[in-house]
């Protein structure tokens, strides 16, 4: 809608903004958005929506406890979904069920043998296509007798703002949190020629890896195909690649994909077109 020229204001109870993301990717995010005119009151939960002679008055209460309210002529209301699983009666059946959301293994059956859920009614994973679709191929092969488990550390999370960003494994806030020992590369999109070509050189590509064996547990890209990209990603981690073997890879030239390549030479301390960080 700001790309059309709407004013847009952003109303949001958490202190940060696409909280799906590695930070130093939402910080780019929230930067570009920032130079597109909208505007962000974070912190600040809204209390009511009522009717406006705009259109809509929006109340909130900010951080310091102040009620304030914004007036526009449309509100967009993004704040999740519920499961639409009322109809099935999951307790007549005995399909175990946390407020509607079915209770899946990592085979998509549920509480009942030989009963299988998938997509955005189950409780516990991200709700996305490409989720429901591998989801929906494990619970078949069950289904059909073969062995088949699902298992989400490979599953990109893909947002399509501008630049577009994309997320695959462990972000470096939740490495933290598990007390990983871990190293990061970094490169930004403003090094690489292609990107420079597409969108000016916006954008940044994040690898985390293990210290000990420098397998990756991470990658997070915003920039110019970041949603295609992603699949390197993806794919290192379910190989359980490491950065010497990603950068041992050759990448063509000149594309996007050498920004992958550079990131892990940079966590490495051998990137070739950035100065070395200090580690």
């Not at 020629?193 to 997070?220: F, Q, S, T």
């Amino acid at each position: 809608y700001a790309a059309f020229g709407t004013k847009i204001t952003v109303v949001e109870a958490l202190d940060h903004m696409l909280p799906m993301l590695d930070g130093d990717l939402t910080k780019i995010g929230v930067a570009h958005m920032k130079k597109m005119g909208m505007a962000f009151n974070l912190e600040c939960p809204v209390q009511a929506v009522e009717a406006s002679p705009v259109g809509a008055k929006v109340t909130c209460r900010n951080k310091a406890g102040e009620t304030v309210s914004f007036e526009a002529e449309k509100v967009l209301v993004a704040i999740g979904r519920k499961a639409n699983t009322a109809s099935l009666n999951l307790e007549a059946a005995g399909l175990a069920n946390d407020r509607g959301r079915i209770i899946v293994n990592d085979k998509m059956e549920t509480s009942v043998p030989g009963v299988y859920a998938i997509g955005d009614c189950v409780k516990g994973y991200a709700q996305l296509a490409h989720t429901a679709s591998a989801m929906g191929e494990v619970a078949a092969e069950n289904i059909c007798g073969m062995e088949a488990h699902y298992d989400e550390s490979t599953n990109p999370t893909c947002v399509y703002i501008e630049p577009e960003a994309a997320s695959v494994g462990l972000t470096e806030e939740q490495a933290k949190a598990r007390g990983i020992d871990y190293m990061v590369g970094k490169f930004p999109m403003s090094a690489n020629g292609k990107a420079l070509i597409l969108n000016g050189g916006e954008g940044l590509v994040k690898i985390i890896a293990g210290r000990e064996y420098g397998e990756v547990l991470g990658m997070h890209i915003i920039g110019p195909r970041a949603t295609d990209l992603i699949c390197e990603g993806a794919l290192a981690i379910g190989s359980e690649l490491t950065l010497d073997e990603l950068a041992a890879t050759i990448h063509s030239h000149p594309t996007v994909t050498e920004t992958m390549r550079e990131c892990a030479l940079d966590a490495l301390g051998r990137a070739v077109h950035i100065p070395p960080r200090r580690k």
